[in-house]
């Protein structure tokens, strides 16, 4: 018998549950952490970490690039509704220009994980190693496969893409409501039309400022 979509979800979050059932099973807090924005060419590299709860699981949580923008905005809600705690921490253009755009994301993670009222039991990043007093364990590709990371992939992703909206009302013939800072080709067009504006990454575009 083919499995429902709803029999697929609870399937799913029992699979991406895994790494935290052990530290709920001991009545520990396990926080999630991940940004989004490492890879545009302007805006902010922003990042969550998320504490949630093991008794009330939300169906459809997942990594945040599987996921529908609407749908991501409707689990955003929920998510931030029944967090036991988070925090986000959005580190700017200005700064990654200034320290690069690892040790920007990697300032990130920390800042929102030291954003956090309760204190976590363990961490679990997407694939950054940090120097914490937290037991903390990166995974490769943990918004696949944690939970808690997953959440917190979400609430990085909805926030700086609300902040790139802004950014479109402020510049509008970019569009970045529609790219988000990506180096796609309208941005690229628009670069050539327009030029740089403050919110772009000026190491991101060496090639353009040397000419």
């Known amino acids: 018998m083919k499995e429902t979509r709803e029999e697929k979800l609870k399937r799913r979050l029992m699979e991406m549950t895994e790494y935290e059932k052990p ?8 926080a999630g952490i991940d940004e989004a924005g490492r890879g ?3 805006g902010p590299v922003v990042a969550a970490c998320v504490v949630m ?3 009330d699981l939300i169906l459809g949580v997942d990594d945040s690039k599987k996921i529908s923008e ?3 905005e409707m689990l955003y809600d929920i998510i931030t509704e029944k967090a036991l705690d988070y925090a986000v921490c959005i580190i700017d253009e200005r700064v990654i220009d200034e320290i690069n755009i690892l040790n920007a994301a990697r300032r990130a993670f920390l800042g929102a994980l030291n954003g956090l ?5 363990h961490v679990y990043t997407d694939a950054m190693e940090l120097e914490t ?3 903390c364990t990166a995974v490769v590709k943990g918004d696949a496969k944690i939970y808690t990371i997953a959440a917190a992939s979400i609430i990085a992703k909805v926030t700086r893409d609300r902040i790139m909206a802004e950014f479109d009302k402020e510049y509008p013939e970019y569009h970045f409501a529609k790219h988000k800072g990506y180096g796609t080709k309208a941005h690229y067009e628009a670069l050539e039309k327009y030029g740089v504006l403050p919110i772009h990454r000026k190491t991101f575009l060496k090639k353009i400022l040397e000419r």
Not at 117 to 121: A, N, V, Y
Request: hydrophobic content about 30%; glycine content about 4%.
């Open 23 to 30: 530290h709920w099973g001991a009545d520990e807090h396990v």
């Open 40 to 42: 545009p060419l302007a």
């Open 53 to 55: 709860p093991p008794d």
């Open 70 to 72: 609407k749908k991501r």
């Open 117 to 121: 009222t309760l204190t976590p039991h």
């Open 133 to 135: 007093d937290f037991p």
